[in-house]
């Protein structure tokens, strides 16, 4: 396999991967949650609406309003 | 701030529509045909380009690639216009998108039933086609991402963050695993082999099913659920955590499709920690498309659109929840290779991607034709029989696959097989194969109805060629007044695309780097050797007939497996020649791995001529043309440098005397077959099949004296039909083996 190589028998200090891979997880999903949670509504509100045909302003914190079926 | 007027194109969507519903059609005929092949092997028509093994990959290619493909790109035309109010970058590089891509299933549609293909599940197409697939992934990129930087909105919905990690996955997905060695324009093999290249494959497999038939759709549907049920999407904010989570957690399961294989255990068990937590995203996406819904229900009632929306994202939901309990090792032990897999990607892919599709077809097609959907009552029905089809189709396969996997592991009171003649296993459930088709039938039938009420739509409408919109320009200078740090990632859609890159990059290192690089993740077997030049051909042979379709090469380390397959569990060091693996992912026949030596060359040779005379009430098809055609000996040589090139140990003498080798070697199974009274000639392709068939799994057994016996694992009394006892393990531990 002159393509794939083994370059290593083993890896010396294996033992510390699940713990980075832990904390990578961690981190990110807290980063992300963080993410969400600091955007502000009237964006949210904003961005939601896109889909539909509505005269969106995001300034005026217009919230588009589900029509009355 | 000044308006501009400017507009967008519906020619394209209309293009993409079209070939979505012909190839979704196509492809629907070709799985209906290959499902009656199962309950009725005649279908097979004796014909080696309509046998079931060259059958099915086109059937997985024509849905996956050109009817979800397709619908895909017709969606994604639509919204990302009106998403970003710009028009695509390019009418041209649309058009070479939309003529590449049917030109590539055209490709697809010759070359499949003709036997060339790479062996690697959804990635069947040679060399030359993966490299047009490659040109034409990226003019679609350029056109997406031209159309991205000269938009008038300034916020990227989630919708296109989902076609953006779409568009990068699958070009790394596809490059990594297309990673081919050419022998001529219709042959190559993997550059990886055995263990790794089920890795790549598995990863690259199962995020194709991540990246092309999820991320792409759930874009999709962002955009169209929201349009038709006209209101915005329940969580925006959920909606964020899923594509970020789906981005993060997809790329690491692969692995569950590799469980008790001889991949390495620390690898099947990232697979299958991952899967677990892949429900929590995928939930929340499912979750985000019903409460969509919140307050409309009633509307459900009558919009056939919204209809097919629901039973989608059901489906989707069934889907991702099924597929984590598939991968916990004890569900896997069972339903692994079994019908019980196929039923479980036909609920995604009738129920998710089909429903989908036809939902956005008919919010469409009224739409971009300026009329009225031709009749409701029709589209209510196709749903009906869609969804019935579902059932019908769905039903019966986990029955077969449950009845089948248990039956594999039955043992009687003595501690023998209770069904050790495979066969038994598969006639018990023929009946569910009808089943099977009859469901897939009403899902065409379905189909059928849509394209005519299609059809009648388009004939009373008139086509809007051009859709006038307008809006304001962007306005550079404002945009990063007061930006939070979150928009700087939603704003520009190169850092999304890093970001994305870089998260894909985390799960692919982690997984496929030690398989590379280290040793002891692929223990050598010194008895391993090459295969013979012929028996080489015969593997291509092997891989050209789609054996590997219905047939594994991978014996699990269960009691039950060891003794019906007659030796031992496979090792990852037997598979390091193996350019490409033949693992096979579905048992509809027999494990072949240690089918070497078990029965005679006649056997085989009258197996093969017609399964049915030797093994009463077999499906496989017959493989008389091996004995008509003469093997092609023309690439002999370049095929032994192609493997002296990836590594193969096989000396330069060997490949100048490679036909002589190769011929002597036939002469001695054309002289044992001619003892049997079968008469036939040594160049025939039949003989290079059946040597390599009785190759398969016996090198192990060429070690010498057993170091360790495993005396508990393996019965005293092996099955009569078994020629050699089992050898001792070529590892010194003594594996953990299951029942």
Known sequence: ?69 | MAVETFYYDNKIVRKFGMATVIFGIVGMLVGLLIALQLAFPALNFGIEYTSFGRLRPLHTNAIIFAFVGNSIFMGVYYSLQRLLKARMFSDLLGNIHFWGWQLIILAAAITLPLGMTTGKEYAELEWPIDIAITLIWVVFGINMFGTILKRRERHLYVAIWFYIATWIAIALLHIVNSMEYPVSMTKSYSMYAGVQDALVQWWYGHNAVAFFLTTPILGLMYYFLPKAANRPVYSYRLSIVHFWSLVFLYIWAGPHHLLYTSLPDWAQSLGVAFSIMLIAPSWGGMINGLLTLRGAWDRVREEPVLKFFVVAITAYGMATFEGPMLSLKSVNAIAHFTDWIVAHVHVGGLGWNGFMAFGILYWLVPRLWQTKLYSTKLANAHFWIGTMGIVIYAVPLYIAGIVQGLMWKQFDSSGFLEHPNFLETVTQIVPMYMLRALGGLFYLIGALVMVWNLVMTIKQGTFLKEEKAEAPALDDGEAEKGAYWHRWIERKPIQMLILSLVLLLVGTFIELVPTFLIKENVPTISSVKPYTPLELQGRDLYQREGCNVCHTQMVRPFRSEELRYGGEYSKAGEFVYDHPFMWGSKRTGPDLHRVGGRWGDDWHYRHLIEPQAVSPGSIMPAYAHLAEHELDLSLTTKKLQAMQAMGVPYTDSLIANAAAVLNAQAKEIQARLEVAHIRTSETKEIIALIAYLQRLGTDIKAQPAPVVTLPDLVAPAILPSTPTPAAPSATPSIPQVNQ
Not at chain 1, 18 to 38: D, H, Q, T
């Open chain 1, 1 to 69: 396999m002159r393509y794939v190589k083994h370059f290593f028998e083993n890896i010396a200090g294996i033992e510390i991967y699940p713990m980075i891979s832990l904390l990578i997880f961690f981190f990110f999903f807290l980063a992300l949650g963080f993410y969400v949670l600091k955007m502000r509504k009237a964006h949210v509100q904003y961005m939601a609406a896109s889909p539909l045909d509505l005269d969106r302003h995001e300034e005026e914190q217009h919230a588009p309003q589900a029509p009355q079926s």
